[in-house]
């Protein structure tokens, strides 16, 4: 199939899919990719990841390490926005993980979208990626024209703001790409000022040791800082506040699928939670993606928010 047609075809799949956004970009993209590629090497060196050893790995600044070849990136978003609101409880959760574990959901899509890839094109060979790989995932979304990375360092769109996932098909094909976003946040530094841990140390970059996603997410110690604790206003897996504040996220469309609809016991939880054992903890965990958080952490976080 002519690369023209194939390109138009791939991306009314993704939506078809039910993905929100679809983009292609070239590799190995514009000179863009190349400044977000050294700005993740001074985040390194500023030791900003952390405990996060793994996001050293070099690969992570050479997308074509991840398939021979590589020549096109086809890059999508899940709106995990539901339309059935968290009702208000003491502990709170990421939205991006209150449905279905994203990974699952995204992978299941674009291996279906590539099986579908091969009808079209015999020659064509894909790998998906979605989050655990060692891809600048934000730089290539921006890159493929989803979106642009806001202050708070999340890939925002015009129409479905920052509630995204993201997932990536790499491809050995040439593909038409599309514009880059431009950045468009302007002045505006309500991301920056509203978060309590002042975790974006200046637009677009992060201190994980400051983030509170990344304590109640990341964080194997057996306690939270105290500064990190006293600020955790309730959240403990993961943090929305600075997307919250986003006036990009004001009047978005929401996910109506079970895909991302929160899960019963989310909505409800309590300091019971206190005393499931590890196999109850198992069980509400399974399917989503918090099942990063070992139990043990789990009581730790809600430790932490009821004893500020
Ligand atoms: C490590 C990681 C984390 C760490 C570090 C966060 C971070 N910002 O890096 C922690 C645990 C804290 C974290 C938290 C969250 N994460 Co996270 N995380 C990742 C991961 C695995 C790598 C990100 C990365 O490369 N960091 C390295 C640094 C260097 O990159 P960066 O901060 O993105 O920096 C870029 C920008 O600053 C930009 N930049 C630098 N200078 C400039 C200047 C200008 C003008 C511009 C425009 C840009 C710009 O270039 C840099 C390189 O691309 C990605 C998945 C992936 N494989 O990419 C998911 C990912 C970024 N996370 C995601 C999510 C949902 C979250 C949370 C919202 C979850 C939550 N609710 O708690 C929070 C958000 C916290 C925040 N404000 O960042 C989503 C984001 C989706 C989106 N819409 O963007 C991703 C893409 C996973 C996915 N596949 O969906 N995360």
């Excluded at 790989?133 to 890159?143: D, F, N, Y």
């Excluded at 993201?166 to 978060?195: A, R, V, Y």
């Excluded at 399974?286 to 043990?296: A, D, F, S, Y």
Aim: proline share 4%.
């Amino acid at each position: 199939m002519e690369n023209k047609t194939l390109t138009i075809e791939l991306k009314e799949k993704a939506k078809s899919e039910g993905f929100a956004l679809a983009g292609i970009a070239s590799i190995p993209g514009s000179s863009r990719i190349n400044l977000r590629t050294k700005a993740l090497e001074r985040w390194l060196e500023k030791d900003y990841h952390g405990e996060m050893k793994w996001m050293e790995a070099d690969r992570r600044k050479n997308i074509e390490s991840l398939l021979i070849g590589a020549k096109s990136v086809l890059a999508v978003g899940l709106n995990y926005l539901s339309n059935e609101n968290q009702r208000k409880t003491n502990f709170k959760f990421g939205k991006f993980s209150q449905g279905e574990d994203y990974h699952h959901v995204i992978t299941k899509k674009l291996k279906k979208i590539g099986k579908w890839i091969e009808t079209k094109s015999p020659d064509c060979k894909w790998k998906v990626c979605v989050d655990s790989s060692p891809l600048l995932e934000k730089a290539w979304a921006e890159e493929s024209g989803i979106g642009w990375i806001g202050k708070h360092s999340n890939l925002i769109n015009k129409k479905y703001g920052s509630w995204l996932s993201l997932g990536f098909m790499i491809l050995n094909k040439e593909l038409i790409p599309d514009i880059p976003s431009k950045p468009l946040c302007g002045q505006c530094d309500k991301c920056i000022d509203h978060c309590p841990t002042n975790a974006i140390t200046e637009p677009f970059v992060i201190n994980s040791e400051l983030c509170i996603a990344y304590h109640t997410i990341e964080n194997r110690e057996e306690k939270i800082p105290n500064k990190i604790k006293s600020n955790l206003n309730g959240w403990i897996a993961g943090c929305d506040m600075c997307q919250d504040v986003c006036p990009w996220n004001k009047s978005v469309p929401t996910n109506q699928s079970y895909e991302v609809k929160p899960k019963e016991w989310m909505t409800n939880l309590d300091q019971e939670a206190l005393q499931w054992n590890d196999e109850e903890w198992a069980d509400k965990l399974k399917g989503t993606t918090l099942k990063r958080i070992k139990p043990w952490m789990w009581r730790r976080n809600i430790q932490a928010v009821i004893h500020k």
